[in-house]
């Protein structure tokens, strides 16, 4: 079964304004999450972490007052495309790990259109 | 800088014979490495990893192998099916573990030929 859940799956919205997509954990804590961007036929990129109760760490040339992370429970993590514009169109998935795994999961992840 | 490389874009197989992925990277502080599928629209699912202190792990049809000399690692499906038609991911890591970051090669299309 899923281990990791994403909402949206899919969004539009005009440029300009901002989108929260929310990556969950089920049925076990996750301390850190992962945010990843994907273009189209590109590899994943890592954007950022997250980590519960703490600020998150940035990717080199991400920038961090675009990219709004929150980690505010162990379950959940959410990720704010503040003022989109049609650059930041994108899929954008989340992963994270069981605490006794050493395996990362990934959510189904958002596409995100700016228009 | 491409530090995972995945230089063929895709591959086609026939259904029954043998899908060989390969990847290779150029960071020697990788030390964990792991194999994902994905097809459109969905995240990435884990299909095997591989510890720098092994050179083969194998699950079921699916064998990975490590050459550290080399910084070239590659997946094998045998016997290779339709399903297995999707984008397959190389990735590396410096540690395994929850919190390690992941970096990613861009990927091989793969389709099995029915």
């Known amino acids: 079964g899923a281990v990791v859940s994403q909402h949206p799956s899919w969004v539009i919205c005009k440029s300009g304004t901002s989108v929260k997509i929310e990556c969950r954990s089920l049925d076990f804590q996750a301390t850190t999450m992962f945010w990843y961007r994907q273009f189209p036929k590109q590899s994943l990129m890592l954007m950022a972490t997250s980590n519960e109760g703490s600020k998150a760490t940035y990717e080199q ?8 992370i929150n980690h505010a429970s162990l379950t959940l993590s959410t990720l704010t495309v503040t003022s989109a ?21 990934f959510g189904p992840g958002t596409r995100l259109l700016v228009l | ?37 994905k097809y459109p629209a969905e995240g990435p699912t884990f299909l095997i990893s591989i510890s720098s202190i092994k050179d083969k792990n194998e699950d079921g ?8 000399s080399a910084k070239h690692l590659s997946l094998h499906i045998v016997p290779s099916q339709p399903g297995d038609s999707a984008v397959y991911f190389c990735a590396a890591s410096v ?13 091989i299309t793969l389709s099995v030929r029915p």
């Not at chain 2, 895709?10 to 599928?37: A, H, P």
């Not at chain 2, 540690?95 to 861009?106: I, Q, R, V």
């Open chain 2, 61 to 68: 049809r699916f064998t990975v192998f490590l050459n550290k």
């Open chain 1, 85 to 105: 514009h049609p650059e930041d169109s994108s899929f954008y998935i989340c992963s994270t790990s069981k605490p006794w795994e050493e395996t990362q999961y």
């Open chain 2, 95 to 107: 540690s395994p573990g929850a919190n390690s970051k992941l970096t990613f090669g861009k990927g």
């Open chain 2, 1 to 37: 800088d491409q530090q995972v490389k995945q230089n063929s874009p895709s591959l086609s197989v026939q259904e029954g014979r043998i899908s060989i992925l390969n990847c290779d990277y150029t960071n020697s502080m990788f030390d964990y490495f792991l194999w994902y599928k």
């Open chain 1, 61 to 68: 040339g991400v920038e961090k007052d675009k990219f709004l």
